[in-house]
């Protein structure tokens, strides 16, 4: 089992970043690959990107892709979201999750292939 803490948010200007870091205990950090995903008021919770157990591979949400780069450090236990070119409509709490499958998953955006969830941190980007 792995427990997740996310940290980094809060509150930007239209145009800047900001980047977020999910720190892991509990359990063998690079044994999980680990996505972040965001949900804003009144909206479904939304895939944001994925990264391999080793960081070799990652995949972005369309809304994110160009903006939004996720990368890990597993002998710190941490993965991060750094954020550019925020939008206001970036607003949401956003969330990692760890996935503990050994062979990953094609359906890397569904919420139902992640096993833990931290309990998110709000990112307002203001226009």
């Known amino acids: 089992q792995v427990q997740l803490v996310e940290s980094g948010g809060g509150l930007v200007q239209a145009g800047g970043s900001l980047r977020l870091s999910c720190a892991a205990s509990g359990s063998t950090f690079s044994t999980y690959a680990m996505g972040w995903f965001r949900q804003a008021p009144g909206k479904e919770r939304e895939f944001v990107a994925r990264?391999?157990?080793?960081?070799?591979?990652?995949y972005y949400g369309d809304s994110v892709k160009g903006r939004f780069t996720i990368s890990r450090d597993n002998a710190k236990n941490t993965v991060y979201l750094q954020m550019n070119s925020l939008k206001p409509e970036d607003t949401a709490v956003y969330y990692c999750a760890a996935d503990s499958r050994p062979y990953g998953t094609s359906r890397y955006w569904e919420i139902k292939e992640y096993d833990y969830w931290g309990q998110g941190t709000q990112v307002t980007v203001s226009s």
């Open positions: 990264i391999s157990r080793s960081g070799g591979s990652t």
